[in-house]
């Protein structure tokens, strides 16, 4: 049983920052990847941004080199650093993990959603 909590989104300006926050508990055996998707009525889901266990890092084209994924050692905490933000970027982005637990049975958990909004 594993739950995520995001938190760090806002109402920001054209041109403004932002930094996402996902803190994970639980008991989890291995991570795989952990990643932000943004969904926003009337688009697709889109992957933004994911880290994996081993460290390496993907990014939509729409967001390189203005969105940032890291994490902490232990992969329990995973953050998306956001500038030069821009009215696009509005969404509600989800944090995600993709997990196995002891059984080596693959799990996927989602955090429930912050909004961002980039608003002039």
């Known amino acids: 049983q594993v739950q995520l909590v995001e938190s760090g989104g806002g109402l920001v300006q054209p041109g403004g920052s932002l930094r996402l926050s996902c803190v994970a508990s639980?008991?989890?055996?291995?991570?795989?990847?952990m990643g932000w998707y943004r969904q926003t009525p009337g688009r697709d889901r889109e992957l933004v941004a994911v880290?994996?266990?081993?460290?390496?890092?993907n990014y939509a084209d729409s967001v390189k080199g203005r969105f940032a994924i890291s994490g902490d050692n232990a992969m329990m905490s995973v953050y998306l650093e956001m500038s030069s933000l821009k009215p696009e970027d509005t969404a509600v982005y989800f944090c995600?993990?993709?997990?196995?637990?002891?059984?080596?049975?693959?799990?996927?958990?989602w955090g429930q959603g912050t909004q961002v909004t980039v608003s002039s």
């Open positions: 995600y993990m993709d997990s196995r637990d002891s059984g080596w049975t693959r799990d996927v958990y």
């Open positions: 639980g008991t989890i055996f291995r991570i795989n990847d």
């Open positions: 880290i994996t266990g081993g460290g390496s890092t």
